[in-house]
């Protein structure tokens, strides 16, 4: 019944319009406005998936240098995803600190019930216990980008994600999920503006942005001070070496 008095309500307004371009002798007028009305594109908001890590805080600082200091709170989106990684707590924090350093908030999304229920189905445990991750967590941030009118949804994939082989953070992954995307009739862009660039070259980047990197979070361990010894740090240390620049003597726990 409701749906019934909402549409009812509609057509008596579009009647009502239409009998006014009449009677006003102004149809042309009339016609134009609702082409305008139609063609309306959606607001630039951009939506980033922030881990705390060193791409993802670089892509950050880049957005919010693009759209401008004083836009961002209006036109930055940000989410967290917990999904029961090892290092999820210390991301959390990094993100969070990194998110207010720049006047912005983040929205976080508890998925650690379903990550320890996979982890516990597992024989050799995993520090990431959700495979191919990048599948639910965009399907998640499509929702939330729809619901916020985002224009973009942002991912901090490399250069060094494609020569790995990560499946879902290659290329075609995304480029199969934005035709995904399109076939809903809503017009959300996938971004990966990092995809052809090394980590090294992101943290020279982010360097010129004026990001501390010592606040971001890179140790599969969940440490609160990284380990320096883990998959993850050693291609952190690499990373910064390759870009020249110098992290703190005593950043990890061991060399």
């Known amino acids: 019944m409701l749906s019934f008095n909402i ?10 319009k239409k009998s006014q371009c009449k009677l006003n002798g102004n149809t042309e007028t009339c016609v134009r406005a609702r082409q305008r009305s139609y063609s309306s ?3 630039e908001r951009h939506l980033l998936l922030l881990s705390g890590g060193v791409e993802s805080t670089t892509l950050l600082y880049d957005i919010v240098k693009q759209v401008g200091r004083s836009e961002a ?14 290092g999820a707590e210390m991301e959390w924090i990094s993100s969070v600190k990194n998110a207010q350093n720049l006047g912005l908030s983040v929205t976080k999304f508890d998925l650690k019930p379903i990550g320890e229920t996979l982890r516990s ?3 050799s445990k995993l520090h990431v216990p959700i495979m191919h ?11 939330f ?3 916020e009118d985002v224009s973009h949804i942002h991912l901090g994939i490399t250069l060094d994600d494609q020569q790995k082989n990560y499946a879902s953070a290659s290329i075609a992954f995304v480029d199969a999920y934005q035709a995904m995307i399109n076939s809903l009739g809503i017009s959300i862009k996938v971004e990966t503006r990092f995809s052809k660039l090394s980590k090294s070259q992101i943290i020279q980047l982010g360097h010129s942005h004026g990001l501390n990197y010592s606040s971001t979070y890179s140790c599969m361990l ?21 870009a020249g620049v110098p992290e703190a003597p005593d950043f990890y726990r061991s060399s």
């Open 41 to 43: 594109q959606p607001k």
């Open 73 to 86: 709170a209006e036109k930055v989106r940000l989410i967290f995803f917990d999904y029961a990684q090892r």
């Open 121 to 123: 189905m597992q024989k």
């Open 145 to 147: 980008a729809a619901q």
């Open 7 to 16: 549409f009812s309500r509609c057509t008596s307004l579009a009647t009502h």
């Open 222 to 242: 969940g440490h609160e001070k990284h380990c320096g010894t883990c998959m993850q740090c050693k291609a952190r240390k690499q990373a910064f070496i390759d």
């Open 133 to 143: 991750r990048n599948l639910p967590i965009l399907s998640l941030a499509v929702s």
